[in-house]
Structure formats: structure tokens, C-alpha cells
């Protein structure tokens, strides 16, 4: 089968290897459609993730949805969510969680197992989704639902991070969101704030297209940070007082100082976008203003949330795809997303 694999900085070579064989508890999936996320990005051009190496000629991608073509002999999985459950069998469409955690360390004995101490992740430490075929735990799938199209259900997993960030914030009927960044994250982010009740949701992006985007999506009013400053837009718009949450989704020193000056004292900043090492930001107006800043990581239970608000169109992820591409010409799709003049790119026919 055709696979893309990470052999290091700016290398990401397509090679002919065999299908995998599920191991024990895992499913062979035959791959539908995948995102082109930015950590694909981010591993192609810094050769880490957060800190962590990937292996070398890992397979990388990590947003898919594949149909299920082998399921290892003794391997059950039923999934429950409020609004979908069944067995996951031969046949059955789903996308997937792509961090496997241990299962015994101290966060997951807690329920904790999104924070694990020694958590795997598809496209880093274990073959990911830029590939025919894919073999995962099955513990970590859900199923899709029949009338979500193959691309919607690729970006289950980017808009389940978006619902994450958002459960990480207090964010709630009435509040002022800013979201920093309006790419593939910063676009499901507003969307996710504004079903969560958000009255105003603030967007700063360089970017034209990406602007348009966003207030297509509902967005109240979208800055361009090169024309305008962000904390003036919302100071304007809050009579001074400032965002009761930012979401950070840029991962810049600049951009990061910016959420400070935007949000207003004793409010929230999620930080999403990753930074390709230590930030500068003056700690002091987190202290003086009693700031709030928290991580976020995907978690499988946010899976069911996204799944359904996907199904049920209460958020359309599709309207951010700006390209296709077929998975032979992975390595141009991943140049589109990293060149700009693009929100979400995805990959189909995988063979
Ligand atoms: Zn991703
Ligand atoms: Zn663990």
C-alpha cells in the first residue's frame, strides 16, 4: 500500500509498504478521507511535537475516517454516546481519537487518560492516517453516523480539540469570546463559542480569506491584526472591559501578549496554538489581573459532542475546506496548507 512517511526535516517520502495486521484489540481500517492538520505541518518543518521526536518513518496524519475492513479475532467494541451507539463492526465507518494512552499511569487510573504521562499519538509514535490502511485500538474509534459525508467526518477529530478548548474555559451563555488565528482551529473554535452561547465572538487573523471565513461562520467582527489592535477592538466592544475568554490559536510570543491585552481581568485564555519553543510574555498582567491561562488536550469524550453537532448541522465543519486532494499528491496537499490562500485542506481517494 502507498504510505507518507517522516524520515526528518522537510522529508516526508511516499513509499509502497505492506498492509499492517491488527494486534490484539485493534481494527484494520481502509482510509476514506484525512485533514491535513497543522502539527503534520509542524512535524514536517521542526521535526517534533510538543517536545517529543517522531519516529523515524512514522507515517504521518492523524484527522481521518476510515471504514473498518479487519477487526482482530477477540476484539469487541461497543460505543455509547447520547445520540449514536452499536457495535463497531466490519464495515462500520469511524474516525478515531488519535492519542493511545497507557492505561496505567497515574492520570489514566484517574480518568485522566488525555494528560497520561506516556500517551502515544497517531503520526508521531505509531503509524498515522496518510496511508491505504491503518490499524488502531479500537477502544479509541467512534462511529460515524450514515449521513455525515467522508470529509465531514474527517474533521470530527479537529472540531472535538475545538469543543475541548472550549470545555476548558468557563465560557457561557452571554460571554465575549476573542479567538486568535481563524485557521482550521481558530474557525472550529469560534463556531464551538458560539454554540456554547457566546453573544460576541471577536476573530484576529492576517489573512483575507480566512477573515471571510469566519464571519461567513457568525462571526461579530474580524480584525485584522496588521490594520488594527486587537485589545482596542475589543475594549471598543466591551465598553473596557475586555474578552471574559480568548482563545490563542497562533502559538506566537506576539500573539500570546496579545490574548493579554484582550482579555479582561480575572478571565480565561485557552491556549491552543502551539509555539515552536518558549514564549515572551509579561507574566506580570496575569498576576496584577488575576489572568487565567490553561492548556487543552483532545479527549475521546469529546468525541460524541462533535459527532453530534456534525450530524445534527448544528456546525458545518465542511464550509472551512477550501482543497482536495487525492492521497498520491499528499505532499502537495501539505504545501497548499502551509503556503496560505487555504483554510482546511483534505485528502480523498485513498486508492
Ligand atoms: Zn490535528
Ligand atoms: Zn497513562
Known sequence: ?????????????????????????????????????????HIRSHGDWIGKAPLH?????????GEVVEIREGTHFSQKYPHISGDIKVGSRVCAEPHVPCGSCYFCLRGQSNICLD????????DGAF????????????????????????????????????????LTVGSTVAVIGAGPMGQDVAKAARIGGASQVIVSEPDMMRRNMAEQAGCDAAVDPNVSDLAETVMELTHGIGADVVFEAAGLSETVSQAID???????????????????????????????????????????????????????????????????????????AENGGSVKVVLRNFS
Open 262 to 336: 484582550a482579555v479582561r481581568h480575572g478571565g480565561t485564555i485557552v491556549q491552543i496554538g502551539v509555539p515552536t519553543g518558549n514564549i515572551d510574555i509579561d507574566i506580570r498582567r496575569v498576576i496584577i489581573g488575576e489572568i487565567s491561562i490553561v492548556g487543552e488536550h483532545a479527549t475521546q469524550w469529546d468525541f460524541g459532542a462533535a459527532i453530534d453537532l456534525i450530524a445534527s448541522g448544528k456546525v458545518d465543519v465542511e464550509s472551512s475546506v477550501t482543497h482536495t486532494f487525492a492521497l498520491e499528491k499528499a505532499l502537495e496537499a501539505m504545501d497548499t
Open 119 to 126: 500517551i502515544g499519538h497517531l503520526g508521531v509514535t505509531r
Open 131 to 170: 496511508a491505504e490502511y491503518l490499524t488502531i485500538p479500537a477502544d479509541r474509534c467512534s462511529l460515524v453516523p450514515e449521513g455525515v459525508s467522508d470529509t465531514a467526518a474527517s474533521l470530527i477529530e479537529p472540531l472535538a480539540c475545538a469543543l475541548r478548548a472550549v470545555h476548558r474555559s468557563p
Open 57 to 65: 518513518g512514522v507515517t504521518i496524519g492523524h484527522e481521518f475516517v
Open 1 to 41: 500500500m502507498r504510505a507518507f512517511k517522516y524520515f526528518g526535516h522537510y522529508d516526508i517520502r511516499e513509499v509502497e509498504v505492506e498492509i499492517p495486521k491488527p494486534k490484539q484489540g485493534e481494527l484494520l481500517l481502509k482510509m476514506l478521507a484525512a485533514g491535513v492538520c497543522g502539527t503534520d505541518l
